[in-house]
């Protein structure tokens, strides 16, 4: 089986889907610490409760279904 190493230093952009809604983001990560902004760099609030993180190859972008 192959291994998937994914380098969560440095910066990104993703969705959190949320009460509904989708919202664009961009996220930084420096010393264990992760940072979400909305595309304005307003830092976005995640709701309180459990939160799911996913993290995925942007060339498989493409493959990912948001229905």
């Known amino acids: ?3 998937l190493v994914i380098d969560t230093e440095g ?3 993703g969705y959190y889907f949320h009460n ?4 664009e983001l961009r996220w930084k990560s420096s010393n264990g ?4 902004t909305n595309l304005m760099g307003e830092v976005l609030e995640v709701n309180k409760g ?3 993180i996913t ?8 493959n990912i279904s948001m229905n």
């Not at 610490?33 to 979400?36: A, D, E, I, N, P």
């Not at 993290?55 to 493409?62: D, L, M, Q, R």
């Open 1 to 3: 089986a192959s291994e």
């Open 11 to 13: 910066n990104g952009s």
């Open 20 to 23: 509904g809604k989708m919202t």
């Open 33 to 36: 610490k992760l940072l979400f």
């Open 50 to 52: 459990n939160s799911y």
């Open 55 to 62: 993290f995925y190859k942007s060339s498989e972008y493409s």
